[in-house]
């Protein structure tokens, strides 16, 4: 299969959402059980509302049908765990491994093209088996957080 990959554009949301609600009806057979899991999503509509338009967010499609083999969310930061520039990979979805494997080598050569210092990856998913070749490490901030809400 080939692959060609590029940043997601507004129009590309429901192919998006279609792909998350299949990948919900497999994982979650029983209705009010995907509900609630789509609610605790990374990839709610509001999240990628917010992530779409940044630019830094790909997709992968089959060349020969157009279909959609993955994508990933991210955001660049700045300042964060005393790095000048890092770039945040909220979500990585996938129907292929091929697919999981060249977005996360692209978010990789992504970081080191506009000279971040580090690329955070999701530690799920089998995102971990995919960057094994770039000697990622496990982040462990020294930081506490507090919930604001209830929950």
Not at 122 to 131: F, K, M, Q
Request: charged content about 25%; some cysteine; glycine content about 6%.
């Amino acid at each position: 299969m080939s692959l060609f990959c590029r940043v997601i554009q507004a129009e590309d949301l429901q192919d998006i959402l279609d792909l998350e609600n299949k990948k919900l009806q497999e994982a979650y057979p029983d209705e009010m059980e995907r509900m609630m899991a789509g609610w605790n999503s990374k990839f709610r509509i509001e999240a990628l509302n917010h992530y779409i338009p940044l630019g830094w967010s790909f997709l992968a499609r089959d060349t020969e049908n157009d279909r959609l083999m993955g994508y990933f969310i991210a955001q660049p930061l700045l300042f964060l765990d005393g790095q000048t520039q890092t770039l945040w990979v909220e979500h990585v979805q996938y129907t292929s491994l091929q697919a999981r494997d060249e977005l996360c080598e692209l978010a990789y050569k992504l970081g080191r093209e506009k000279h971040l210092q580090r690329v955070y990856f999701p530690n799920d998913n089998g995102v971990p088996n995919s960057i094994k070749a770039f000697k990622s490490e496990s982040w462990q901030p020294g930081t506490l957080s507090v919930k604001t809400t209830k929950g």
